[in-house]
Nanobody
Framework: QVQLVESGGGLAQPGGSLRLSCAAS????????MGWYRQAPGKERELVAS???????NYADSVKGRFAISRDNAKNTVYLQMNSLLPDDTAVYYC??????????????WGQGTQVTVSS
């Protein structure tokens, strides 16, 4: 079994910064793509950022230039550095990872979600 545990959410002012972390643990052989979704009430779930095992990144237009995704493969951890935060960034953020476990089964796993609130 594989678990993804998120941390780093909280309250920030507009223009401020937060750094989210998501650590995968369990019966992991390798991890392919990782990334972050977010969902706010009344909005569709949005893919915020993704990163391949080799470090190639993609961002939603709404966060491009403000957020940066990175990963530490040795720690099975993905990060989301969030700068120049806007009230519209307020959402629950969920990390995901495509995991090949030690039994050679591939599945996507999700974190529990962490609340990010941007408000003055």
């Amino acid at each position: 079994q594989v678990q993804l545990v998120e941390s780093g959410g909280g309250l920030a002012q507009p223009g401020g910064s937060l750094r989210l972390s998501c650590a995968a643990s369990g019966s992991i052989f390798s991890i392919a793509g990782m990334g972050w979704y977010r969902q706010a009430p009344g909005k569709e779930r949005e893919l915020v950022a993704s990163i391949t095992s080799g470090g190639s990144t993609n961002y939603a237009d709404s966060v491009k230039g403000r957020f940066a995704i990175s990963r530490d493969n040795a720690k099975n951890t993905v990060y989301l550095q969030m700068n120049s935060l806007l009230p519209d960034d307020t959402a629950v953020y969920y990390c995901y990872g495509g995991v090949r476990d030690t039994y050679s089964k591939f599945d996507y796993y999700w974190g529990q979600g962490t609340q990010v609130t941007v408000s003055s």
